[in-house]
T-cell receptor, first 114, second 110 residues
């Protein structure tokens, strides 16, 4: 498809387990961003990738969170030893380049930690 | 102080009404400004960019006042389908990460 694709769309897991979330950006988009949105709250920036530059990890809430991106394609966000407060919708966005370009969002992964 | 602040909601208006949303941002180095729309339990979608000269897209008008660090969105002749949360969004560094306001909920009633 032409849009940002995220998988899985829903994930339910037990506290303490690791989870991996996937994002396929729009083809040709060099910048990729991860955000988190807790229920009833605004969006929080987590991390962004631009080409081969070092990622901006300033929004990652703890060292349990990490993300990787291969070139200018797929990205995975990994949460280790999940906690209940990790329950949220995790949104991925991509844009043509970092800076002032508008970002286009995927449908998100709804993560629920039991 | 939050980096991006919006009017508290919800706004409940009748169809056909004109409604205005306001937003202030704290970082004077902010570079780009957008309004996004988010429907319940859906991802944010770009509504429009905001330019210093002001810009209009159909029933929607966005304005930016850099001196006052203030952004606005005006919706004329509101429709039921306009019901959503409207997010004020700012970019203020080279990286381009979006800083979101908390959003203002709009409910348009028949």
């Amino acid at each position: 498809g032409a849009g940002v694709s995220q998988s899985p769309s829903n994930k339910v897991t037990e506290k303490g387990k690791d989870v991996e979330l996937r994002c396929d950006p729009i083809s040709g988009h060099t910048a990729l961003y991860w955000y988190r949105q807790r229920l009833g709250q605004g969006l929080e920036f987590l991390i962004y990738f631009q080409g081969n530059s070092a990622p901006d990890k300033s929004g990652l809430p703890s060292d349990r969170f990490s993300a990787e991106r291969t070139g200018e394609s797929v990205s995975t966000l990994t949460i280790q030893r999940t906690q209940q407060e990790d329950s949220a919708v995790y949104l991925c966005a991509s844009s043509l380049e970092s800076g002032n370009q508008p970002q286009h969002f995927g449908d998100g992964t709804r993560l629920s930690i039991l | 102080r939050k980096e991006v602040e919006q009017d508290p909601g919800p706004f409940n208006v009748p169809e056909g009404a004109t409604v205005a949303f306001n937003c202030t941002y704290s970082n004077s180095a902010s570079q780009s400004f957008f309004w996004y729309r988010q429907d319940c339990r859906k991802e944010p979608k770009l509504l429009m960019s905001v330019y210093s000269s002001g810009n209009e897209d159909g029933r929607f008008t966005a304005q930016l006042n850099r001196a006052s660090q203030y952004i606005s969105l005006l919706i004329r002749d509101s429709k039921l389908s306009d019901s959503a949360t409207y997010l004020c969004v700012v970019i203020y560094n080279q990286g381009g990460k979006l800083i979101f306001g908390q959003g203002t909920e709009l409910s348009v009633k028949p």
